[in-house]
């Protein structure tokens, strides 16, 4: 049997199928163990905003360390940005994983984040059939992970910087979605992140190439929380963010050390061998180059990181030397993760 391919929504039908992707959450979360399930008396419930891969290995490996410490974390997987923010914002979850800038100011969310979990390594990728630089991009359709997403702010900072202006800005969550719908040839330029990037390189028999972009120090992905959750069991979130802290200054220090949590914990990869060894280590010595993890968690500096960025491109509205960062972040709970960390690691 032929796998089925999803066919790609426009603009209309996004708007159409909105009531139905809410019914779709509450139906999807619903098959994940909740809170009572807990062996301890604080539960944390994670709404992380894609299909399980590689590049999760490292949040759930500080997850694990988590729970080694007492707390009782659930990972479900969601299969956009915006189903995951929706999931936290009605309580079906705790915390959330992307870049909630956008709905944050345009509804006053209750959410805040509290951890740049890594930073922007996205790569606009073209079928050289049809486009060759980015000027070439003018009236061409685009396709990124979603509203609001790292990927969707990257390639509108691009097409402000180079004067053009797509057909559309079509949403496909997941790298590996566009970069599948880019080799049978159903899309023809999309943003992909590293691995999808050598990916098509590879794979593509000299169809695809990468079109230059300056180096980005804003978010990618930043965890958040619901504000009367962090505020009831912020100890719980402190531990958390220690793990965080813990298990990215290993991996800066030595990539290699994800391979040996990989095969430690059994996460993900089930029965990949040596295959999936050499995925795991050439992603995480990929990003270490990169640059991709911080050490401190990002804190101030990627805040106003994100703001330049993610206001050239248009995700936030207005004048962003008015932003305040306390109606985004909590930088409280990253301050004393830091002294902890810093005192006993």
Not at 227 to 255: M, Q
Not at 277 to 291: A, C, H
Request: charged fraction near 20%; proline fraction near 4%; glycine fraction near 8%.
């Amino acid at each position: 049997m032929h796998e089925r391919q999803p066919r790609l929504a426009n603009s209309r039908e996004r708007s159409i199928l909105s009531s139905a992707r809410n019914l779709l959450l509450l139906l999807t979360l619903a098959a994940f163990p909740g809170a009572s399930t807990a062996t301890t008396s604080v539960s944390i419930r994670v709404a992380l905003d894609d299909i399980p891969g590689v590049d999760m290995l490292n949040f759930l490996t500080a997850v694990e360390h988590a729970k080694a410490r007492g707390l009782a974390v659930t990972v479900s997987y969601l299969r956009s940005e915006n189903i995951a923010v929706q999931a936290v914002l009605l309580g079906q979850a705790d915390v959330g994983m992307g870049t909630p800038y956008a709905i944050i100011q345009q509804t006053d969310a209750p959410i805040r984040m509290v951890f740049q979990l890594n930073t922007l390594c996205f790569f606009p990728v073209v079928n050289t059939d049809f486009y060759k630089t980015w000027q070439d991009l003018d009236g061409a359709d685009m396709y990124t992970h979603g509203r609001g997403s790292g990927t969707e702010a990257v390639m509108n900072l691009m097409a402000r910087k180079h004067g053009i202006t797509y057909n559309s800005m079509q949403y496909l969550p997941g790298s590996g979605v566009r970069a599948r719908a880019m080799l049978q040839g159903r899309i023809k330029a999309s943003a992909v992140d590293s691995r999808r990037r050598k990916m098509l390189l590879h794979q593509g028999q000299g169809r695809f190439a990468v079109l230059p972009t300056p180096q980005f120090h804003a978010s990618d992905e930043t965890l958040y929380v619901r504000t009367a959750f962090l505020e009831e069991n912020s100890a719980a979130i402190d531990i958390l963010l220690e793990e965080l802290l813990k298990v990215w200054g290993r991996i800066n220090r030595n990539p290699e050390y994800m391979v040996d949590a990989w095969k430690k914990y059994g996460l993900l990869l089930p029965g990949a061998g040596k295959n999936g060894e050499d995925e795991v280590r050439r992603y995480y010595s990929e990003m270490v180059e990169l640059g991709a993890f911080p050490d401190d968690g990002g804190g101030r500096r990627a805040v106003l990181a994100d703001f330049d960025f993610y206001g050239t491109a248009g995700t936030l509205q207005g004048d962003v030397g008015k932003l305040r960062v306390e109606d985004y972040w909590d930088l409280e709970p990253l301050k004393r993760a830091l002294t902890t960390v810093q005192r006993t690691y």
